[in-house]
């Protein structure tokens, strides 16, 4: 399935845009954040989290059409 | 409850909160309010010190929090009233950034509210902060939680 991801902050940052489509497969479903640290492994040694359809979550589950995925990278609000 | 803007560009101002205030005098219900007003640090970063912060946010995805966390609260504790603004944008060190505002009949409901809605928007809220030193080299920022 084809998604559309954005990248905010520090992830932004070091891929150099905001947002891309992505094809994702079966099993990056199941685990998404193995899979967007497959396609860039610099996020191996970062701290993110993946949100999907505003929420944070690191799975699609099969029946699920997802609108939105969004790569986080840690909060610093306040 | 409709979803309230909390997400402002620029810096939070003291004539903004004051007015805040000031507006709450004719809800003659509320006996205690309390306030949390976050103010950027002018920390010392390998030798460099903190110019301002430029802050950004997933912003559909903050409001949504801001959201839930607003109706969170206003189950949990007894409150009349209740505001929250977060900037985006850059905000210059000694200036405010955020600016949470419960109100309530009696004083435990506010002191109360006021912790629990500042940790959560800490803890769950999607905003990415950058810190600009004095020579504009960064480093971005992230929360602790102790």
């Given at each position: 399935?084809?998604?559309?991801?954005?990248?905010?902050?520090?992830?932004?940052?070091?891929?150099?845009?905001?947002?891309?489509?992505?094809?994702?497969?079966?099993?990056?479903?199941?685990?998404?954040?193995?899979?967007?640290?497959?396609?860039?492994?610099?996020?191996?040694?970062?701290?993110?989290?993946?949100?999907?359809?505003?929420?944070?979550?690191?799975?699609?589950?099969?029946?699920?059409?997802?609108?939105?995925?969004?790569?986080?990278?840690?909060?610093?609000?306040? | 409850?409709?979803?309230?803007?909390?997400?402002?560009?620029?810096?939070?101002?003291?004539?903004?909160?004051?007015g805040?205030?000031?507006k709450?005098?004719?809800?003659?219900?509320?006996?205690?309010?309390?306030?949390?007003?976050?103010?950027?640090?002018?920390?010392?970063?390998?030798?460099?010190?903190?110019?301002r912060?430029?802050?950004?946010?997933?912003?559909?995805?903050?409001?949504?929090?801001?959201?839930?966390?607003?109706?969170?609260?206003?189950?949990?504790?007894?409150?009349?009233?209740?505001?929250?603004?977060?900037?985006?944008?850059?905000?210059?060190?000694?200036?405010?950034?955020?600016?949470?505002?419960?109100?309530?009949?009696?004083?435990?409901?506010?002191?109360?509210?006021?912790?629990?809605?500042?940790?959560?928007?800490?803890?769950?809220?999607?905003?990415?902060?950058?810190?600009?030193?004095?020579?504009?080299?960064?480093?971005?920022?992230?929360?602790?939680?102790?």
């Amino acid at each position: 399935m084809k998604v559309e991801v954005k990248y905010y902050g520090y992830i932004a940052e070091q891929l150099n845009k905001s947002e891309s489509s992505v094809e994702i497969d079966e099993i990056g479903r199941n685990d998404l954040k193995a899979f967007f640290e497959g396609i860039h492994p610099f996020l191996k040694k970062t701290t993110f989290c993946v949100a999907v359809d505003k929420k944070v979550c690191n799975q699609i589950g099969p029946e699920l059409e997802v609108g939105q995925i969004a790569l986080l990278p840690p909060f610093a609000g306040g | 409850m409709g979803k309230k803007q909390v997400l402002r560009q620029g810096p939070i101002s003291p004539e903004f909160i004051a007015g805040s205030i000031a507006k709450h005098q004719v809800k003659t219900q509320i006996g205690a309010h309390d306030i949390f007003l976050g103010q950027v640090r002018r920390d010392e970063i390998d030798g460099k010190l903190v110019d301002r912060i430029e802050y950004s946010a997933y912003n559909e995805m903050a409001e949504d929090i801001f959201h839930e966390i607003r109706e969170e609260a206003f189950e949990k504790f007894d409150l009349v009233c209740m505001h929250i603004y977060h900037s985006l944008g850059e905000v210059k060190a000694g200036e405010i950034c955020l600016f949470v505002f419960a109100s309530a009949k009696h004083r435990k409901a506010v002191f109360e509210a006021i912790e629990y809605l500042v940790e959560s928007i800490k803890l769950r809220v999607p905003i990415f902060a950058k810190e600009i030193l004095e020579d504009n080299s960064f480093v971005w920022k992230e929360n602790h939680y102790d």
